[in-house]
């Protein structure tokens, strides 16, 4: 059996490695007396970059959450390093869910829209079994509707933090980049981020999740254990 089909997700390590330990790093060793804030920076960034290219290596496969916070902290770098105005850390706190709010709206008009791949696929439901009962009971037109609906409330997710990204990292980062106090603002920003902002897009996510499912019973007559995929 090859490396690739053993790996196991470890989503603690990949939150540890890619965010809480940058966030030390920008918090407590960005001082002139520790590493200062351009080695701060480029330690911090060190860590989702080598935790990126292990996991390619070794499993074959990329680290969706390792490479995400590899361009979060390359981003991030990349304004502290060249010292770009602060409102540029806003924007790009805001720009990447709304680039992903914007893909998912914009692939409705496609073959493929992400709402499918992301809720409505078959490693999470049996959609063969799905679309014949839906199609048995001439519901297939129902069923588009409130997909469309589960991709307004997905979009509406990412706009939402989207805009709490923004909003958080125009209260919390008030220091001029290239300093070491910018450098502990940063680490404060992706700590407060989780509780402040990913909890409630979690949750804006589930009741997508519990609106589908509930499309999916009320259309086709099954229960949630008959539209699992089988694992």
């Known amino acids: 059996m090859s490396s690739t089909s053993t790996h196991k997700p470890r989503p603690m390590v990949d939150l540890l490695v890619s965010i809480a330990i940058p966030a030390f790093i920008l918090m407590k060793l960005s001082g002139d007396e520790q590493l200062g804030a351009s080695g701060g920076l480029m330690l911090a960034l060190s860590f989702p970059l ?29 304004i502290g390093l060249l010292e770009l105005d602060l409102k540029w850390l ?57 997909l ?38 940063l680490g404060e920003l992706s700590l407060y981020s989780y509780p402040m902002i990913a909890v409630p897009s979690m949750l804006m996510m589930m009741a997508t999740f519990y609106y589908l499912w509930r499309t999916i019973r009320d259309l086709t007559g099954l229960k949630l254990e008959e539209v699992l995929a089988n694992q």
């Open 50 to 78: 080598g935790w990126g290219i292990f996991e390619l290596i070794k499993y074959r496969k990329f680290n969706f959450i390792a490479l995400l916070g590899l361009a979060n902290v390359a981003l991030t770098g990349g």
């Open 90 to 146: 806003a924007i790009k706190e805001a720009a990447i869910p709304a680039v992903i709010g914007i893909a998912v709206l914009i692939s409705t008009f496609t073959s493929k829209p992400l709402i499918k791949a992301m809720v409505f696929n078959p490693a999470v439901m049996d959609v063969d079994k799905i679309m014949q009962r839906l199609q048995e009971n001439n519901c297939m037109a129902a069923f588009e509707k409130r």
């Open 148 to 185: 469309m609906n589960a991709t307004y409330m997905v979009a509406g997710s990412f706009a939402f933090s989207a805009t709490m990204n923004y909003i958080l990292a125009k209260w919390i980062v008030t220091s001029p980049t290239g300093t070491p106090e910018f450098n502990e603002q």
